[in-house]
Each structure stands twice: as C-alpha cells, then as structure tokens.
C-alpha cells in the first residue's frame, strides 16, 4: 500500500513546490528576539515574530520559569481534572479573568484547542454561530466541530453582518464570533458596532484577542479596551504564545457559567495535557508586569507610528492599521518575494505574502513591530525598505 501512497504524497507535494508555495523553515541559533542569528551564519534584525512586548526573552520571566521547576517540577503528566491543576494554574486563571475584566479563565494548551473547544460544548443545531470570514483557522475548525448554524460576513463588514443576524432569528442562541486584530492586514474588529448590533438582534459575542492581547488598547487589555467595553463581551480567547511571553498556551476567559460549563465539555480541555507549571508561573509574572506599568505597551506603540510614519513619508502604501501589524502593499506576488529576499540581504527579515494567503493581487510584506526593537534597529530597517523599494521601483 504503502509505495502508492507515497507516490501520491510525492506528486501533491511536488505540486505545492511547483506553486511557489513550499513552506521552508529558517533554523535560529539564538533565543527570540530583536535580532537573531540563524544557522546559515547571518545575524538578522527580526520583523516577523509575534513578539510584540518583546518578552520571549525577558529575564524575569525566565528567572520566574527556572523557580517553578524547582518548586513545582517540569511536567504535570495529567489532564487538568485528573491530577493536572495546580495552584499556579489556579492563579493564574484568576490573574488573566483580572486582566482582561472578566468572571474567569479556563486554559488550554494552545488558543487552537481554546477555539477549537469552545463551540461544540456550548451550542447545538438550534443555534447560530455568525462568523468573520478572515477568522483565524481556528476558529473555522472550532465552527466546523459544533452543529450550530453557520452564517459568514464579509471582514469587518457590520451591514453583511446586520442581514446574518436578522437571517438567524429563528434560531435560539446567536454568537458572533471574530478575531481583534486580523493578522494579514493588522486592521481590528468594528466592537463598538458589533456591540450595538448584538444587543439590537440579541446575540453574545466571542472576540480572539490573540494578536490583540497586549498590544491593542492603552494598556494592551485588547480590542475591548480600544472600545471601552472591558467585560461587556461574554468569551475573549487568546494565546500565551504570541505578545504574552511567546512560549505556548491559550485561554478562554468571560461570563462564569460559559467557562464552568467548557471545564465539564470542552474536549481538548479534559483530553489533553495540562500546561507545564514553569508556563503559568511565567505567565503570572507576566500579568503582574502588564498590571505593574505599561512602558512595554508606549514602547510598541511608538516603535509602531514610527515606522509607519516614516514608510508612508518615503512613499510605501500601507494598509490602515491599529495594531503592530504594518501590510506594504506591493500587490505583485512575484516582487513581494523578490522584495524580501533582497532585504534580508540587507540584514532584515519579514516575510511576504501572496495569493491564497492575501486575497489575489493583494501581495505584501508584513512587518511585525515590537518593544524590543530601538529606534537604530528601526532607522536600519526603514533605510533598507528605502533602498530596495528604490531599486524595485517601488516608490
Ligand atoms: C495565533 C493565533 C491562534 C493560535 O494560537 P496558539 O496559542 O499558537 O495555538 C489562534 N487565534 C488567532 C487569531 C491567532 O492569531
């Protein structure tokens, strides 16, 4: 059997190779930062991390790690109902609930097991999910394992979402479901019109705050700081694995009885191993510093006018954002590619995405701000944009 399968699997990976759309992987040699170092000798200025506060390699939170494992150990080898919850999970649920101004927090391996869990333990066929079509894969999937009816808007679009909304009265429940910030374009959910909506056609809502959580709102509390609607949504999730320290683990946080019930139904919550006490520990630690002061958040919320508005002077189309997702849109698959190779070569590293990543025609490369880039690191990356975007024809 086994000779005609892989002969399959050769030709569908062969035309991937022949698509251009081969995923290689950069191998790094040095922990996640500002600038890395990667295998192939070259030191690099780092564009592409989800390390927003640039805390994937913070001392204290490392320091916090290292003490759990010699209170707590390494591993919990158990789910959390099991003999897998300890008083550092316990704390930190709470800590997050604080956080983000909520009842409580359930957490999960990863925020693709919070989406993925979330759904099918709360909603049935009587109900509606009505989601943003650029939702993160996730939460698709999550959608996908609940027999809810599903209904889809256009990105951001509050009409198409009004005529879903008036379509779904028949059902019981309706949940409205989308990402805080979407991560191809760095633009946010319209809350404070979703809001309305939900409370004029009477359904809840769930916002994912992984790329959001942070870094959006005055102190990174989110899209539902930016909206000034801290506790009004009823499910936030999000990841531990992006602004909030980078290592792994997701959560899903809100009303009481929603979070209750997923610890009694949600399967990757009673079916999968509990997260590593050194995660939680370093997690609180986190938490307690957002909570401490918000010099993280002013850091990458300068670094991020900055660079836009030092693009935009030199001639660069970028797409609106209010997140530390900057889109250069080059609208050419081919250039986008050619683009971020020749600045790599001049010591920057962003990735650019074309077609089915970005709608056809919408080429671009995403440049990913942070607090641990300073103004020199930015100036060299604005210069190198400046230099290959003259070459390119750019600008
Ligand atoms: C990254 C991301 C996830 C997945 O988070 P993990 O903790 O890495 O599984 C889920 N939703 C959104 C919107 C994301 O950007």
């Not at 399959?8 to 040699?29: A, F, P, Q």
């Not at 170092?37 to 916090?64: H, M, Q, R, W």
């Not at 957002?290 to 030199?314: C, G, I």
């Not at 986008?336 to 020749?342: D, I, W």
Request: aromatic share 8%; with cysteine.
């Amino acid at each position: 059997m086994y000779k005609d399968f892989q002969d399959h699997l050769l030709k569908s990976l062969n035309d991937i190779r022949d698509k251009g759309l081969y995923k290689e992987e950069r191998i790094i040699i040095t922990p996640q930062g500002a600038t890395i170092n990667v295998d192939t000798g070259e030191e690099v200025l780092n564009f592409c991390a989800n390390n927003y506060l640039g805390l994937s390699n913070n001392p204290e939170l490392i320091k916090a790690a290292k003490e759990a494992m010699d209170t707590h150990g390494y591993g919990m080898s158990s789910v959390r109902f099991i003999c897998g919850t300890t008083d550092l999970h316990k704390e930190l649920e709470k800590k997050l609930a604080d956080f983000f101004g909520t009842e409580d927090t359930i957490l999960y391996a990863a925020c693709f097991d919070a989406n993925g869990g979330l759904f099918e333990p709360l909603l049935t066929s009587e109900d509606a999910i009505i989601s943003d079509t650029l939702n993160h894969a996730s939460i698709i999937d999550g959608v996908r394992l609940c027999k809810a009816r599903r209904y889809r808007f256009e990105n951001t679009n509050t009409d198409d979402l009004e005529k879903k909304l008036i379509e779904a009265q028949e059902q019981r429940f309706r949940l409205i479901v989308t990402d805080g910030v979407f991560s191809m374009d760095g633009n946010v959910a319209p809350l404070d019109r979703i809001v309305k909506l939900a409370e004029k056609y009477n359904a809840m809502i769930m916002v994912d705050e992984s790329h959001s959580a942070g870094v959006v709102g005055k102190t990174g509390r989110g899209v539902t700081e930016l909206y000034d609607l801290r506790g009004k949504v009823e499910i936030i999730t999000g990841t531990l694995g992006k602004a909030f320290g980078g290592a792994i683990g997701g959560f899903t946080t809100g009303k009481k009885e929603i979070i209750d019930m997923l610890r009694q139904r949600s399967r990757p919550y009673l079916f999968s191993n509990s997260i590593p006490p050194l995660v939680a520990a370093a997690g609180i630690r986190m938490v307690d510093m957002m909570t401490e002061t918000n010099v993280l958040q002013d850091k990458l919320h300068s670094n991020t006018e900055y660079f836009v508005d030092k693009m935009s002077k030199l001639g660069f189309d970028i797409k609106p954002s209010q997140s530390a997702i900057c889109a250069v849109m080059l609208y050419d698959a081919k250039l986008s590619q050619e683009f971020a190779s020749k600045l790599l070569k001049e010591g920057i590293y962003v990735i650019g995405f074309y077609y089915p990543v970005v709608p056809d025609g919408q080429a671009r490369i995403r440049v990913q701000l942070s607090a641990a880039h300073d103004q020199d690191q930015l100036d060299k990356a604005i210069n190198a944009f400046e230099k290959v975007g003259r070459e390119l024809k750019v600008i």
